[in-house]
């Protein structure tokens, strides 16, 4: 599975931006699909995560201003990101966990909010 982000930018705190992940290789794999984040000097968090069960689960600092949608015809996971506060700088990746066990990750979109 490949994973290509793109979308990321500067941006001033309360605008918004839309990152997009489009997948290949053996989608037919791909069991769920997610945003994670990493800010200098910290781990990588969860943003959203699309479950197998369908569910979206969003991390408590990004609900209500953070959607994330998933196009299973064009293979492609979008986060619409709205009200953006400088905490949400980081590098964003795209993630994709598939059938057999395995971790997929993108290249990595860096997002930077100014104040």
């Known amino acids: 599975v490949q994973l290509v982000e793109s979308g990321g930018g500067l941006v001033q705190a309360g605008g918004s931006l839309r990152l997009s992940c489009a997948a290949s290789?053996?989608?037919?794999?791909?069991?769920?699909m997610g945003w994670y984040r990493q800010a200098p000097g910290k781990q990588r968090d969860l943003v959203a995560v699309?479950?197998?069960?369908?569910?979206?689960i969003y991390a408590d600092s990004v609900k209500g201003r953070f959607t994330f949608s998933k196009d299973n015809a064009k293979n492609t996971a979008t986060l619409q990101m709205n009200s953006l506060k400088p905490a949400d700088t980081a590098v964003y990746y795209c993630?994709?966990?598939?059938?057999?066990?395995?971790?997929?990750w993108g290249q990595g979109t860096q997002v930077t909010v100014s104040s």
């Open positions: 699309n479950t197998s069960g369908g569910n979206i």
């Open positions: 993630n994709a966990f598939t059938s057999m066990g395995v971790s997929y």
């Open positions: 290789g053996s989608i037919f794999s791909i069991k769920t």
